[in-house]
């Protein structure tokens, strides 16, 4: 199993296709958050297994079902309707997807190579449900392809783009989650510094990435995110990398709250080190149903006010790389 001890920074862009969406965001009906850990046996025998993360302190602890040898990775978890999802690595070549048990961490079903035509998923990272259950990641495809926001069927693997975005020789997203008033959210590194930028399903496109600056301000730092989710109130739970740090923290922030500006609260380091411990890519997934819909973040998204001097042009967005390694959606090499 593939361990990552480094943070990571990154880039991102984005142009066409279309799709129009309903209207909110569904989810399933406990308050939990769950992620994947590792046991951190080493010597080759380290296996992982889905897990729980306190809202308090940030500690992990393992399903009952514990660790599985089925899967060497999630790079990415949700759950929906009492299902549980996740995007995964199956193999040295191409990305897969599964359900799981919630309650028990058992995979229920696959995981399935996930494709687009006749090509192969190479990577997919994050996981997040539309109002309808739909799946959604950010996908990897290969160079003529490049990468994309996708909705996957669970059961086949069969992907659909729905915003394509253009390759570039690094190319870095780091989460997706919709809230739910039905918006969905890309969250991006930009200048070393977390971002956060609307998709919309309508044009196919993202908005202007508009920079954390409250997330950054809080930690004094450069750094990104991972697992992004809103829960049922419509709070937003992150893992980000704290670069000035070398650690991933778990955050949250209140519903209603502007992300650009808004100081989060921080509940706690993620161990990367004593078992169980993460790998990045770090899932998160919340459950939580929304009884009445929440007033969707500040609209500044998609206005040009972002500290990161950044606009999409023709419709492309091209990010510089800084600061520390990040997880990159790459073609895989054997």
């Known amino acids: 199993m593939r361990h990552s001890r480094i943070l990571v920074t990154g880039a991102v862009a984005a142009a066409a296709t279309a799709l129009l969406l309903a209207p909110a965001a569904a989810t399933a009906h406990t308050d939990n958050l769950y992620t ?9 025998e380290s296996v992982g297994g889905f897990a729980t993360t306190s809202k308090t302190d940030a500690s992990l602890a393992f399903l009952s079902a514990g660790t599985t040898e089925a899967i060497d990775q999630a790079t ?7 299902v549980g999802y996740a995007v995964s690595r199956t193999s040295d070549e191409y990305a897969g997807i599964l359900t799981w048990d919630h309650t028990t961490g058992a995979i229920l079903s696959g995981p399935v190579d996930i494709y687009v035509g006749n090509e192969p998923v190479y990577d997919a990272v994050e996981l997040d449900t539309l109002a309808d259950c739909t799946v959604i990641s950010i996908v990897d495809f290969d160079s003529e392809t490049g990468t994309a926001i996708a909705k996957i069927d669970p059961l086949t693997g069969e992907a659909t783009a729905l915003v394509d975005l ?3 020789e690094t190319e870095n997203y780091t989460g997706l989650a919709t809230a739910p008033d039905g918006s969905t959210y890309i969250f991006v590194t930009v200048d070393g510094y977390p971002n956060v930028a609307l998709v919309d399903f309508s044009t196919s496109s993202i908005g ?7 997330l950054s301000t809080y930690f004094d730092s450069s750094g990104f995110t991972y697992g992004v989710d809103f829960d049922a109130a419509g709070g937003l739970w992150a893992i980000t990398g704290v670069n000035q740090l070398e650690e991933y923290h778990l ?9 650009p500006s808004a100081t989060p609260t921080d509940i706690g380091p993620y161990s990367y080190v004593i078992p169980p411990f993460v790998d990045a890519p770090i ?5 939580g149903l929304a009884e009445t819909p929440v007033a969707p973040i500040e609209p500044a998204l998609a206005a040009t006010g972002s500290e990161a001097p950044l606009g999409i042009a023709a419709g492309a967005l091209a990010l510089l790389v800084a600061g520390g390694a990040v997880l990159t959606l790459r073609r895989r090499t054997a």
């Open 36 to 44: 994947w850990a590792d046991d951190g046996l080493g010597d080759g």
């Open 76 to 82: 990415g978890v949700e759950i929906c309707d009492e």
């Open 166 to 168: 253009p390759y570039f």
């Open 208 to 214: 202007v990435p508009v920079l954390l600056n409250g």
């Open 251 to 259: 955050v949250s922030f209140a519903a209603g709250a502007s992300l």
């Open 283 to 287: 899932p998160l997934s919340t459950e």
